[in-house]
């Protein structure tokens, strides 16, 4: 845990593992508003502390950590391919049976998907999968699975989405 003073604010950086006594050793002058960078695992205990200190305070991302963006792909995915990235990922070509795409973000395809798509796969329900064609035999969304019934393909581009706590698969509706 480091502390230090700027021309605008207190800045204090949490590395993580700080207790709440280390916390409540500080001493924090008043006047200036409080900047916390969270750059590792801080403990439920440490939040409720700092909380407590009954002040202020706007919770920065880490310094030096690249902004999670999109990744587009300009190209099919065959059997066997599989793509990871922690952000949204854009498929411009099909997603082929035995392909898989695995986003944090949203999954966007724009031609057909046949292979799996899982969106908010570190656990986001609110993220969405969306293709021009879809003929995906297993979507999931964050924590949630959907398996498409037998022999049946969508007709033009869907949207998939977590509702009531199940993936819906509804028609893109063009929105005026």
Same mark, same amino acid.
């Given at each position: 845990?480091?502390l230090?003073?700027?021309?605008?604010?207190?800045?204090?950086?949490?590395?993580?593992?700080? /207790?709440?006594?280390?916390?409540?050793?500080? /001493?924090?002058?008043?006047?200036?508003?409080?900047?916390v960078?969270? @750059?590792?695992?801080?403990?439920?205990?440490f939040l %409720? =502390?700092?909380? =407590?200190?009954?002040?202020? !305070? /706007?919770?920065?991302?880490?310094? #030096?950590?690249a902004?999670? #963006? /999109?990744?587009?792909?300009?190209?099919t995915?065959? @059997?066997?391919?599989?793509?990871? +990235?922690? #952000?949204?990922?854009v498929?411009?070509?099909d997603v082929?049976?035995?392909?898989?795409?695995?986003?944090?973000?949203d999954?966007?395809?724009?031609?057909?998907? *046949?292979?799996?798509? +899982?969106?908010?796969?570190?656990?986001? %329900?609110? *993220? !969405?999968? !969306?293709?021009l064609? !879809? @003929? @995906?035999?297993q979507?999931?969304?964050?924590? +949630?699975?959907?398996?498409?019934?037998?022999?049946? %393909?969508?007709?033009?581009?869907?949207?998939? *989405?977590?509702?009531?706590? *199940?993936?819906?698969v509804?028609?893109?509706a063009?929105?005026r």
């Open positions: 845990m480091r230090r003073a700027t021309h605008k604010a207190l800045a204090l950086r949490l590395d993580g593992g700080e /207790t709440p006594e280390e916390l409540r050793g500080l /001493t924090l002058p008043e006047g200036l508003p409080l900047e960078e969270v @750059a590792g695992p801080v403990s439920s205990q %409720e =502390a700092l909380l =407590a200190l009954g002040r202020p !305070f /706007t919770l920065i991302p880490p310094r #030096g950590r902004p999670v #963006g /999109t990744l587009v792909l300009s190209k995915l065959r @059997a066997g391919e599989r793509v990871e +990235h922690p #952000g949204t990922v498929v411009l070509g082929n049976p035995g392909a898989e795409v695995v986003a944090g973000g999954v966007i395809v724009v031609g057909k998907l *046949r292979g799996l798509a +899982h969106a908010g796969a570190g656990g986001d %329900e609110e *993220r !969405f999968v !969306f293709a064609g !879809f @003929a @995906a035999k979507v999931r969304i964050g924590p +949630h699975l959907a398996q498409a019934p037998e022999g049946e %393909e969508g007709q033009g581009p869907e949207l998939a *989405r977590v509702q009531e706590g *199940r993936i819906v509804e028609p893109w063009r929105r």
